[in-house]
């Protein structure tokens, strides 16, 4: 199955790590949306779409591209993303979106990423100065995100 894992990793590399280790194991290549761009999505099988959460889902320029897509029905899709609640409910506006655009979505992903949460300042500062979820995605979390790509 010839797959593809868009990512947009902006802050802290956190997603693109999980985007790495899930293309391990699907053979596929990552690439970042303005590199989408270039990439004829038809010739794949399965896409995945991934970021950080920022206001409790994906980046907006990613479900801008998401939602400007053509139709792709009989296409897979995954949906994948990293942040401070590691929360899965957080993908489900994406999973929306392609759903919409045909897609069958195979699966959803979600782990804790390290976040310096600069939007509460000085309130982290006092509670975790180096910000919140040091370490993360962790190895445990890469490992849960190879095997959900293998359940794929």
Known sequence: MKSLIICESVFQGNTKKVADAMASVLEAKVVTLSDALNEELSRYDLIGFGSGINGFKHYGVLLRFADGLQDMSGKKAFVFSTSEGGKDSYNNK???????????????????????????????????????????????????????????
């Open 94 to 152: 994406l999973k929306g979106i392609l759903e919409k655009k045909g897609f069958s979505v195979a699966g959803s992903f979600a782990c804790k990423g390290f976040d310096k949460m600069p939007y509460l300042g000085f309130i982290v500062k006092l509670v975790a100065p180096k910000g919140l979820n040091v370490g993360r995605p962790n190895e445990k979390d890469l490992e849960d995100a190879k095997a959900f790509a293998r359940g794929l």
